[in-house]
Each structure stands twice: as C-alpha cells, then as structure tokens.
C-alpha cells in the first residue's frame, strides 16, 4: 500500500506542475517576452500626439515608455481610436490600455481599470457669441460627443434629446465642431486649451466647466497579477515625483489629488 501510494505521488506532482505552468500570470508573460504591447492613441494632444519626426509623445506615452522602464522590458505601442481601445485590449491586441481611459461603471464590466493615474476637468467648448452658460442651455443646441466616450456617458445624461451628435472618435467629433455640424462639444480642459490655441480662426471658447475625469489603465479581468503591479506602479510614481513632473511637462498644472481603490 505504502509503495502504491508513493507511486501516486509522482503523477500528482507531475499534473500539479503542469497547473502550475498553464496558470502563468499576464506579468510572468511580459516579462519572459522581454516586451509589453500598450494600446494609445495619437490624436489627443497633449496625451497623445505625434511630435514634429511623426514619433508618438505625449504624457500617456510616457508613462507607458516609464511602465516599460521599471518591467526592464520593452514597450511597443499599437495605436487605437477612442471608439476600438476597449476592443483592442479584449481581442488580446495589446497588453494595457493607456489611452484617457476615464473610469467608469459601464467599461469596468468590459475591462478591468486601475487606479487613476490623472485627473482632468471636462469643459464645454463652442464657439464665441454663442450663448451657453449651463447644461440648461444645452437643451437649445447641437453637441458633438466621441461615440461611446465619457462625455457621450455624461452628456446624454445630463441634456438627452435629440440635440446629441455622435462622432466616432476626438477627431471627427472636433472637424464637425469646426466644419459647424455641431454648437459644441465636451472635451478634457487641456485638450480644449490645446485646440483653442491651435485654430484662433475658430473663434472658440470655454463656456463652462462639465465634469472631472479620472482617466485609468485599463487591463483585462483575467490579469490581476498586471493590474496589481500596475496600482503599485501608480501608487509609487504618485510619490516620487515622476507623475508630479509629467503634469507639470504636459498639462501645465499640479498633479491633483488622485482617489484610489
């Protein structure tokens, strides 16, 4: 009986191994491939944008760039729209997601999402002359939002109607803006700071402060050991300084105070 016994034990160890081998977590996979796949866009000065050489660059960037740095693995970057970087990140395209991900109910059942690792006013834009104090106004005019994004989310909560304007992404949401589809659009108080500078022919202003977004990195619900890594990643770069100095660099503002979760 005993010799029957020890006999078992060497399958049981071989099958537990096995376990062991097939349960290898997303971290242990980046790290053994030397490399980590990160979903961004690139149309969303100053989060992501390409420079003057068409490189990509951006505080989303570096902060992926800065992921990759600390995993001692190198980070390739697979450009997604605001519409396809959920869907990037289920079909197992990329990695993580960094990429204004503004947390929210709704895309946590899709994806699971880190803590926020910024913090930024929506504003609404249109154009000057156009009167436009609060979202009572809003009921009387055409607003443009990315489909999908937190502002359609919001927005659609706040006025409803039939005066919303689906676009499928920052950028088209912006042309039917400028091309005089819509009256108005919601967009992150940099971004909108940015475009308003950008196109002075426009003739374009802040009409009132939306909501604060909290943008996050979003992982998949299977990857906890990636996800964790991650709130840990935030968590220490919220007091080294480096998130500080990324604020300052591309938001022209102090880092604010970031909840956690």
Do not use: C
């Amino acid at each position: 009986m005993l010799r029957l016994f020890s006999a078992l034990l060497v399958p049981l160890a071989f099958v537990a191994g096995a376990s062991v081998a097939q349960a290898e977590g997303a971290l242990d996979r980046i790290l053994s491939k030397k490399k980590i796949v990160i979903a961004v866009q690139n149309d969303v000065a100053p989060y992501s944008l390409l420079d003057s050489n068409n490189k990509l660059d951006g505080l989303d960037i570096e902060v992926g760039r800065q992921i990759a740095k600390d995993l001692g693995v190198e980070p390739e970057f697979v450009v997604v729209t605001g519409a396809n970087r959920i869907p990037a990140l289920v079909t197992n395209q990329a990695d993580i997601t960094i990429a204004t991900l503004t947390l929210t109910p709704q895309r946590a059942a899709v994806v699971s999402l880190t803590a926020p690792y910024t913090a930024v006013p929506h504003v609404v834009v249109g154009r000057k002359g156009k009167e436009i104090k609060n979202w009572k106004d809003m009921k009387d005019v055409k607003i443009g939002v990315p489909r999908g994004s937190f502002q359609d989310q919001y927005v659609t909560q706040l006025v409803g109607g039939n005066n919303i304007r689906r676009f499928e992404d920052d950028a088209t949401t912006f042309q039917a803006l400028a091309s005089g589809q819509v009256d108005a659009t919601a967009l992150g108080i940099t971004v909108a700071n940015a475009i308003i500078e950008k196109n002075p022919d426009l003739n374009l202003e802040i009409k009132f402060e939306g909501a604060m977004t909290y943008p996050t990195i979003g992982t998949r619900h299977a990857d906890y050991d990636l996800r964790h890594w991650i709130n840990t990643w935030i968590f220490y770069h919220k007091t080294d300084g480096f998130l500080q100095a990324m604020h300052n660099k591309w938001l022209k503002i102090d880092m604010p105070e970031l909840p956690s979760y």
